[in-house]
């Protein structure tokens, strides 16, 4: 949860999941400054991208869980899809 520009990471939240739920709050900050009509899948899709950009599809970011990488792999495959079915 992003609070007055303070990053909250719930004490439930498993260490290994900690890169992307920082990275998920601060694309959450980053649309408030940007005044963005943005919401929580909007949030996603841009930690999504900032984790493993386009470019970088098939290497290994360390510092997130191997399942969130394997997320981050499915949706880049999903969006790609959508946009050659279009």
């Known amino acids: 949860m992003h609070l007055d520009g303070s990053i909250y990471i719930p004490r439930w939240a498993p260490v290994e999941t900690e890169a992307e739920?920082?990275?998920h709050e601060r694309a959450h900050?980053?649309?408030v400054r940007r005044r963005e009509d943005a919401n929580e899948a909007d949030a996603w899709w841009v930690t999504v991208h900032l984790?493993?950009?386009e470019?970088?599809?098939g290497e290994t970011n360390p510092h997130v869980s191997a399942w969130f990488q394997g997320v981050c792999e499915e949706a880049h495959d999903s969006i790609t899809f959508a946009m050659l079915s279009a």
């Open 29 to 31: 900050g980053w649309a």
């Open 55 to 57: 470019a970088r599809l």
């Open 21 to 23: 739920l920082i990275t």
């Open 51 to 53: 984790t493993i950009p």
